[in-house]
């Protein structure tokens, strides 16, 4: 562990904690952010009324809108001379949500990000070939302050450009690689392309994270690489990449820094919390943040949490994997589809290759959905010369996509199978679906 003593704390010093920090901050954002002061008075509740965790569920949530609304700087809760760095989201909804961070903020996050380099199976000496965009979005530089922390050589590649990127995982050696599963996985298809295997490289874990991804992408990326794959989970504006991490021992469970970050799940209808294991919407509190400490903040994303002690002997809570966005779950003839479930299925067949788009529409009144998904090259080589689209065994896969979709599913998926290297690769964040139902949906 990197910092045993926060990583490993007995739950009931930091349930103390936890409830020591909640008050200092609940009392901050009163006195110093009118927009929390406004919702509190709303909710008829004063700072004083928190005696600690137990009081939570009385606070207000905080919603993606509310940051929107707050633009740029609204929700700062100290003067921006005291904040060192900005990030913000890609804001394909308009305007982009700003985040804030003092100097303070920003070691607490390379704490964050070491801990889970070393959860990852990261070492100080390390090599860590850094595939996360750097820029606006937090996790370049969220992973690349972790590895200096940590005692690292870190390589700020960034995303895109693949043969550069294979040329130097090949020249530097590093021991761990980190970026979207979408993107690393594309560039183990560029390592073959230029006639070398992914598993003869130098390479031990990689951190994958910034995207909704399923087990059967882990086998696939470890399998590719000859690595441990390991999730990590954050967003923006809670810090960024660091809120939880897998441990390579259990591999069960991302532990989520419960020291900084107050974890909840909720009924994303009602609002109301849920028991352990559950699954639901997960809010997050700050507990640390100095620039922009975040109230119960509605994360839109899906998962469950476990007490349950971990082989590795970290003691924070554990989420799931994340299962998916709220607002990713397509709603197909009233039925709920996530993302996720069809990439296992995709990823559970080997005439497929792991590269596949969602397009959903309307066929008349009726929701259409459709998954267009790769053959893999092994099973166009396999048919050799005869190959083409309409084969009969291009015909007889198809049949069989459509009916282990439909018992996974529970909806009627129709397939298009396409050639190898049809689909685009991901730079970043990759786009799963494509929703011509409501054109104007965008997410934020
Ligand atoms: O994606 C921060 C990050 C960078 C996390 C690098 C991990 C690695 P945002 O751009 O604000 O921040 O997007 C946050 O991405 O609410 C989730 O929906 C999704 N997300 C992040 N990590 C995971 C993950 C970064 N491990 C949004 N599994 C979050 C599934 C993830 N979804």
Known sequence: MFQ????????KDLRRLQSERLRKVVERVYHRV???????????????????????????????ADLREQYPFGLFA?????????????????KPTVVGYTRKDI??????????????GGQPGDVLHNAYGYGLFTGGLGLHYGGERLGM???????????????????????????????????????????????????????????AWSEEMRRTLEETWDIDAIDIYGLSEVIGPGVSIECREAKDGLHIAEDH???????????EPLPEGEFGELVFTSLTKEANPVIRYRTGDIAALYTEPCRCGRTHVRMSRIKGRIDDMLVIRGVNVFPSEV????????????????????????DKLVLEVELSETFVRHLGPSFSLEHESCGKLSFRLRAKLKDVLGVTTEVVLREPRTIPRSEGKAVRVIDRRNPVKMKG
């Open 343 to 366: 990439e296992q299925v995709v990823l559970g067949m080997e005439e497929v290759a792991p590269h596949y788009q969602l397009v959903v529409s309307k066929e008349g009144v009726m």
């Open 107 to 120: 070691e607490h996050w390379a704490d964050v990000c070491a801990r889970a380099i070393v959860a990852s």
């Open 4 to 11: 045993p003593e926060w990583e490993s704390m007995d739950r």
């Open 34 to 64: 009118p927009f929390y002061r406004q919702r509190f008075d709303e909710a008829g509740i004063t700072p004083e009324d928190i005696r600690g965790v137990e009081d939570l569920h009385r606070l207000p949530f905080t919603r993606k």
């Open 261 to 271: 970050f107050l974890p909840e799940v909720i009924d994303p209808e009602t609002g």
């Open 153 to 211: 050589t870190v390589v700020p590649v960034s995303g895109g450009n693949r043969s550069r990127q294979v040329t130097l995982i090949q020249d530097f050696r590093p021991r761990g690689i980190c970026g979207t599963p979408s993107f690393v996985l594309s560039l183990a298809e560029a390592m073959i392309e230029a006639g070398k295997n992914p598993r003869d490289t130098s390479l031990k874990y990689g951190i994958f994270g910034a995207e």
């Open 78 to 94: 100290v003067d921006l001379k005291q904040v060192i760095r900005i990030h913000a989201s890609s804001g394909t909804k308009g």
